[in-house]
């Protein structure tokens, strides 16, 4: 009877027999993808990925939105939920639920990660009998994953400074207490891992929608290079040039042709999105994701059937900042000005509990480039696919290098790309630039990328963060706006892994 | 041919005494007396002796001669040591008891409306805290032997029924283990309190063990059928204040703070509707009971039927149970073989109204009607947003109507339950001492339920209405063996028993998956359908306990007891390396009674003092949580979390957060008690102190981020410790014939402290944020900190104005940064009782008892979430498109934004509730002369007396928020005897 003792789970299967079938790696990479975009398995809640928060919070896309856009001059927020509020007044503090959350979002896709890369080695799939062509997907797996978790150290490098806690996957799951790395060394690290998978990722556009390929991995080099300066002190701005112009070059990815189709509902059939988190009315349900950006949106005297969902939540605002970005705010002139005016004050005065203070932006909806509305016939869940990594960031991101000293790319081609959007935009060429400097970059940025969450990094970049230079409403929680402490730049070590983990130090100013 | 003899049996004090064994010596032939003691037996030979006995009393023999009335009176067996005393696995002689043990039987167990076993014990016993049953009809009472001595898992404690230990996942379906019981079928309750009785549970008894053992037929006995029915009737004794229809008219037009817009005035209805009038309902309630004791042939039996109809003053809500059981207790080989045979099989249906109600009677616009002419939602008015266009749909952030919520939602489902056992008690012929004990026990049930949302309701018009389901079912076995060794060895003054023993247990639970549909099919891409999303992944999780265990007794000189016992456990929950488990315990007693300088007292009848010490241990999990906590494991997602990877969805493989090395919680606890009785036994009482230190503690804590899987895991980290002091005492101050007067009191205190929390030592550990309030998103309340009691309030101090009225917004800076911010929160107070009061009296007047039970809690303080959820400006307009009513508290705070977090909300809970107050009335013979008919009147939570606001003040967990109201209930009930 002792031997009654060894019980086995009958669904669940362990991770011996896992990797032993070829069939399951795809399961796995798919929960790799799947943890930025639902919250669980179950879906839209149930068996939570991170607990310790309410679960449609705790959506990576919902987390990370907030704390790129919340902290801006690009969005307000009229709910109360716990310390929200203080990511506009940039008042946050370490026990914050939202710089929690975000850190454990970002930890869960490298613990994710770290637990299939280990399983997924030469060495032990050499062991496991797979046919070469088995081997030759699992390893296109296995380079994806190296660039999940290489991107989820680049948010953690860009949203909490680069003094966090580093795993790779040679640190078996267990209660170790992993170290403190360093801005200097994530950012060699990342670097690095993005440069040696290239060789086993898929070239850019031949992979299955939703999965990275090599472009991916160049964009989010470029991006990394571009801000260098601040996550080092060095600036890389010719790397970023050179890997800005290798996904141009691949010409693979090109423009959407309608800037507001790469928001709706059937924008997963963009040639210009590189890497999408995926949503689905039907079989990919969250709270967060864009089900939170299209609801969230919506309020006021706003019909929430024309956006193809069934409610608005009345959450989501912006400030005049960026309205005031655009030549009109009508999207007369530049079709990418979408906000809705109707009954909305464009001067916010209260931002709690009440939507009708700042314009409205139902740039996310729910509607598909026909016309049609999503696929969930109840009206609950969006289809809508968030673009992590699009064409027009790359273009803006040679041009900006260029314009900062980087070499291999030239001012005049960095105009044409500025312009190619601003075409876009304006239908025609009567919004075409004829010079290019910094500022006109920011501004081309906001109003390009707004609510896509770049805009916080945005702004660090460009010195407009913290300090007063650059004041937008309520900024720092007063209505005019104020500079705050510079070491607000990054986010800090939440207060649960700093009690967890005596390894960690707190980064200045918290 | 003989005569008939009839009589009655009486106390000394003249109350006539049920269930007492009238026997013809030297035969099997006897009876039971009834409620009024009466009792009847023909064909007496005039030769006979009766013989009338009954646990703690003295037994009488009484030659019959030519009488036909036999009346007798039995006094109390003083000495008491003959009684025996239920313990873990046998029985013992009560002087021989070491461990802190309290029993209570049915003559003094709550009467009245009473649903579940545990009922019957509230109040009673010095250290079992037994906070009762919300409103809701079957509800469960959470009970805590000394205090929870578990962070995250189960503080349950260990139920074992006629010697089957339970499985305490509970019942899908059912509020709790217990609840399958007729507690009319319980013979007595008895609570192992300390290490030293509990110990030899090993694994499953660090939070106390409670033995049941059900009503048998006792040998010899004549036919005898007991009828008991009982009605009730509950009424809903408390609402929360609200803004009636006219102040929030008035506050929506005329506020200046709330300055509400023209369109949310436009809002504004013209009905006055009391919404909590409309949700709440007198409720009628009945039960009959039937049971019958006899013996056939040689095979005493005792056969039980049972209804149970229970209303809730919630409109809809049900809860019917038909229960039986059979018990058989044959003996054989000149009675060397002994059997007993229980099985029960109880079927439940369960009706739940839905609870949102509540919450939703309280915040919804009194201004508006509970039904509407043309209403597409069942006829029930409905918050719509309207188009521009004149069209409306529905507003689906707003509250619901409460009525449309209570009728539209058909949520029921059925239990079946069958347990029983088969004990098997063989004394060895060759080996007059020694007998072995067999116990074969199994448990099944099944569990099937239906939601049923129509397509019209308001909640889910969009998706077409919904139909949910869900089943289980459980599968456990158990076998126990031990041998039993008792031996007096005269010569040497001494008296040995030894037990040891093997237990095996086998636990399965099976749960499919079902669809998720709707009512009424909806196009999805073109097609009809019914299926919202398709059925998951089923559950099914099993774990097997194994346990060898022993104890021994050795008594010297009747005076000094020494017990210990040691039980080997092993659980398939945890890893081979780390499953076995060892836990001992050690007790000491001195029945200084006995010792020659208070032999001979006449003011003391017993003076014990006992002291003990053992190791308890804990393997249940967190509910919610698989059987497999060691294991990595992957997986897979539902249909609705799939990801889609070039245009086909993947259902995917998540990997688990697991500890590898996770292990037993474990209790260590001593024991320190006096036991004592005065004047010939009319006073005794006991007096305990204990301490019990948790460790291993198996909590769910956050693990150091990119260590593990996930950020929280299920590990074995920090300790926990209670400690406190039990006081019983019970007197009869009064006893003159016919009349007599009874008082029980019993004092608790118990003292609860987190000691360590992490794995690494952190100085200035914040703690662990729990105690997730409404209002909000994911806001807790409460915290887990070291040095603090479990659950402690963590709130910001609120700022008064002079004049008494608090500031919204200003709060005690306590970090002093100048700031007010969530870190200024503090520790102070918690949900857990300090003191636990229980107060019984019982008078008997002739014919005539009445009785009571007063019991109270201090120092145990509840978050009004009621109120903060409710009680600001902001609650009666909003940006959705619809309006919302409030607490009439708002009115004195206000508060324009809700102050979740002010300590405003958090008020002293302590009370003091007349539990029950039962009068009974001995009709004696009425039919035709012959059978005794008992009637009695209860009222059951008739006052509560406490400082708090909310609608009650005992809410386990400290959270009040959407709590079904407790009713007042008035019962009456008769009992005949054939």
């Known amino acids: ?510 | 041919q003989g005569i008939t003899v009839s009589g009655t049996v009486r106390e000394t004090d003249g109350s006539a005494l049920p269930g007492v064994t009238v026997q013809i010596q030297g035969t099997t032939r006897g009876a039971q007396t009834a409620v009024d003691g009466g009792y009847q037996l023909t064909n007496v030979p005039t030769s006979a002796t009766l013989v009338f006995s009954f646990i703690g009393k003295t037994s009488q023999s009484v030659a019959v001669g030519n009488r036909s009335t036999v009346d007798v009176t039995l006094a109390d067996d003083t000495k008491s040591l003959q009684e025996v005393v239920v313990v873990g696995y046998g029985s013992q002689r009560r002087q021989d008891v070491t461990g802190a043990i309290a029993s209570i039987s049915s003559n003094d167990f709550q009467k009245g409306n009473i649903v579940n076993p545990e009922q019957l014990l509230a109040g009673k016993l010095a250290g079992v805290s037994i906070t009762p049953p919300s409103g809701q009809p079957g509800g469960g009472s959470q009970i805590r032997i000394r205090g929870g001595s578990s962070l995250n898992a189960s503080n349950d404690p260990l139920y074992v029924i006629d010697g089957v230990p339970l499985d305490n996942n509970g019942v899908s379906g059912a509020a709790n283990a217990l609840s399958f019981i007729n507690p009319q079928d319980i013979e007595t309750f008895t609570v192992l309190k300390d290490a030293s009785a509990a110990a030899i549970y090993g694994a499953r008894a660090a939070n106390g063990v409670i033995l049941i053992t059900t009503k048998k037929g006792r040998q010899g006995d004549q036919f005898h059928l007991n009828v008991n029915a009982l009605g009730s009737l509950s009424v809903n004794s408390k609402l929360v204040p609200v803004l009636s229809a006219d102040q929030f008219r008035d506050l929506v037009t005329n506020n200046t703070t709330l300055a509400a817009t023209p369109e949310q005035k436009a809002l504004l209805g013209t009905a006055n509707t009391n919404w909590q009038k409309e949700i709440y309902r007198p409720a009628v309630s009945g039960q009959i009971d039937m049971s019958g004791t006899g013996s056939f042939k040689n095979v005493p039996y005792r056969v039980s039927l049972g209804y149970l109809n229970q209303n809730g003053v919630l409109k809809t809500s049900n809860f019917d149970r038909y229960s039986g059981a059979i018990g058989l207790s044959p003996k054989f080989f000149n009675n060397d073989l002994s059997v007993d045979i229980n099985l029960k099989g109880t079927i439940i249906k369960n009706r739940f109204a839905n609870q949102g109600a509540i919450g939703a009677a309280i915040s919804f616009d009194p201004t508006q009607p509970v039904y509407q002419e043309g209403s597409p939602y069942g006829g029930f008015f409905e918050w719509v947003t309207r188009n521009a266009d004149g069209t409306s749909v529905i507003n689906t952030q707003a509250t619901r109507n409460p009525v449309g919520l209570l009728m539209q939602t058909n949520d029921h489902n059925t239990v079946r339950r069958s347990f029983g056992n088969a004990v098997f008690n063989y004394r060895l012929p060759f080996l007059r001492d020694l007998r072995a004990n067999l116990n074969l026990g199994y448990d099944l049930s099944s569990t099937t339920g239906q939601s049923v949302v129509p397509a019209a309701a308001a909640a889910s018009f969009n998706q077409g209405g919904s139909i949910t389901q869900y089943s289980q079912t459980r599968n456990n076995k158990t076998l126990e063996f031990y041998l039993n060794y008792v031996r007096d060895l005269k010569k040497i003054s001494s008296r040995l028993d030894v037990t040891a023993g093997y237990s095996y247990q086998d636990f399965i639970r099976d749960e499919p998956s079902y669809a998720s549909l709707r009512a009424e099919p909806r196009p999805v891409n073109g097609v009809l359908t019914d299926t919202v999303s398709a059925a998951g992944t089923p559950f099914r999780t099993q774990y097997t306990l194994l346990a060898f265990f022993g104890r021994v007794n050795y008594t010297f000189k009747d005076r000094y007891v020494l017990t210990a016992t040691v039980r080997e456990d092993a659980t398939s929950r945890f890893a081979p390396n780390v499953r076995w488990g060892t836990f001992p315990s050690l007790a000491f007693a001195w029945n200084i009674k006995e010792e020659s300088f208070l032999k001979n007292s006449k003011a003391f009848t017993l003076l014990k003092f006992r002291a003990g010490y053992g190791i308890t241990g804990q393997q249940d999990l967190p509910t919610g949580l698989s059987d497999y906590p060691y294991l990595p494991r992957y997986t897979l997602s539902d249909l609705t979390a799939q990801y889609p990877l070039g245009g086909s969805y993947y259902r995917t493989l998540r990997a688990e957060g697991y500890d590898a090395n996770i292990k037993w919680e474990q209790t260590e606890a001593i024991n320190a008690g006096l036991d004592f009785g005065f004047f010939d036994g009319r006073l005794t009482g006991s007096l305990d102190l204990y301490q019990k230190n948790t460790s291993n503690l198996l909590a769910t804590i956050p693990v150091p981020a990119g260590s593990n899987l996930t950020n929280q895991i299920l590990t074995n980290v920090g300790n926990l410790t209670n400690k406190g002091v039990e006081f019983q005492i019970t007197g009869t101050p009064y006893r003159r014939e016919g009349v007599n007067l009874d008082l029980g009191f019993n004092i608790t205190y118990n003292q609860n402290r987190i000691t360590n929390l992490s794995k690494v030592p952190t100085p200035n550990d914040p703690g662990i944020l729990v105690g997730t309030i409404s209002g909000g998103t994911g806001n807790t309340v409460q915290i887990q900190t070291v040095g603090y009691p479990t659950n402690t309030f963590y709130l910001l101090r609120q700022v008064y104005n002079a004049q008494g009225q608090p500031v919204e917004g200003l709060y005690e800076d306590r970090n002093a940064d100048g700031r007010i911010t969530i870190d200024d929160r503090y520790r102070s107070y918690t949900a857990n009782p300090k003191v636990l009061l229980g107060f019984t009296t019982q008078l008997t007047l002739r014919k005539l008892t009445a009785s009571f039970v007063l019991r109270g809690n201090f120092g145990n303080y509840l978050y009004n979430n009621a109120r903060s959820n409710n009680g600001a400006y902001r609650n009666f307009t909003n940006a959705l498109g619809f309006l919302g009513n409030g607490v009439t508290n708002v009115l004195t705070t206000n508060f324009v934004n809700n102050q979740y977090f002010s300590d405003y909300y958090l008020e002293n809970a302590g009370f003091l509730r007349l539990d029950n107050l039962n009068v009974a009335y001995d009709f004696g013979k009425i039919i035709a002369n012959r059978y005794p008919l008992r009637a009695s009147l209860t009222g059951q939570n008739l006052f509560v007396l406490t400082k708090y606001t909310g609608l009650d003040p005992e809410i386990a967990g400290g959270i009040d928020n959407n709590f079904y109201p407790r009713p007042r209930i008035v019962s009456l009930g008769v009992n005949l005897s054939f």
Request: hydrophobic residues 35%; negative net charge.
């Open chain 1, 1 to 510: 009877c002792v031997n009654d003792l060894d019980r086995l789970p009958t669904y669940d299967v362990t991770s011996a027999s896992v990797y032993a079938n070829a069939a399951n790696y795809k399961p796995v990479l798919a929960k790799l993808y799947a943890g930025l975009a639902v919250t669980g398995q179950a879906g839209p809640a149930g068996r939570p990925d991170i607990s310790n928060i309410d679960e449609g919070l705790s959506s990576y896309v919902r987390q990370y939105w907030m704390m790129q856009e919340l902290t801006t001059d690009e969005a307000v927020i009229s709910w109360n939920d716990g310390t929200v509020q203080d990511l506009h007044n940039l008042s946050w503090t370490s026990g914050s639920e939202y710089v929690t959350a975000m850190y454990n979002r970002i930890y869960y896709v490298v613990g994710q990660t770290n637990e299939f890369i280990r399983e997924a080695t030469d060495d032990r799939l050499s062991s496991r009998g797979f046919t070469p062509e088995e081997l030759t997907n699992i390893r296109a797996y296995r380079a994806e994953a190296r660039f999940l978790r290489a991107m989820a150290y680049m948010h953690a490098l860009d949203l909490y400074g680069g003094n966090v806690p580093f795993v790779t996957e040679t640190d078996a799951p267990g209660a170790f207490l992993p170290t403190q790395t360093n801005a200097q060394a994530l950012f060699s690290y990342i670097e690095s891992e993005l440069k040696a998978i290239d060789a086993d990722l898929l070239a850019p556009r031949t992979n299955e929608y939703g999965r990275a390929d090599k472009a991916a991995a160049w964009t989010l080099l470029a991006r990394l290079y571009l801000n260098a300066q601040v996550y080092t002190g060095t600036a890389r701005n010719t790397d970023a040039v050179t890997y800005a112009s290798q996904v141009i070059g691949a010409n693979a990815y090109t423009l959407e042709p309608t800037y507001s189709n790469l928001f709706k509902a059937d924008n997963n059939r963009s040639r210009e999105i590189i890497l999408p988190v995926a949503f689905d009315g039907l079989n990919t349900k969250t709270y967060g994701g864009t089900t939170f950006l299209v609801h969230g949106a919506i309020g006021g005297s706003m019909n929430a059937a024309n956006y193809g969902v069934n409610s608005g939540w009345a959450g989501m605002r912006t400030t005049k900042a960026l309205v005031n970005q655009f030549p009109d705010p009508t999207g007369a002139t530049d079709r990418r000005a979408i906000f809705y005016s109707n009954g909305q004050n464009l001067e916010i005065t209260t931002i709690l509990n009440q939507f009708t203070d700042g314009y409205a932006v139902p740039k996310f909806t729910n509607i598909t480039s026909t016309g049609t509305k999503g696929s969930d016939p109840a009206g609950d869940f969006v289809d809508t696919d968030f673009p992590l990594l699009r064409l027009a960031d790359v273009y803006l991101m040679y041009a900006e290098a260029v314009v900062r000293g980087g070499t291999g790319g030239d001012l005049a081609t960095a105009l044409t790309y500025v312009n190619a959007l601003r075409q876009r935009a304006y239908g025609n060429t009567s919004g075409n630039l004829t010079t290019l400097n910094l500022d006109t970059i920011l501004s081309e940025r906001a109003r390009e990328l707004y609510w896509e969450g770049y805009r916080r990094t945005d702004l660090i970049r460009f010195g407009r963060f913290t300090d007063a230079s650059y004041l937008w409403p309520f900024k720092g929680g007063i209505s005019a706006g104020r500079g705050v402490e510079s070491y607000r730049r990054i986010f800090p070590i939440p207060a649960s892994d700093l009690i967890a983990n005596p390894n960690l130090k707190q980064s200045p100013g918290y």
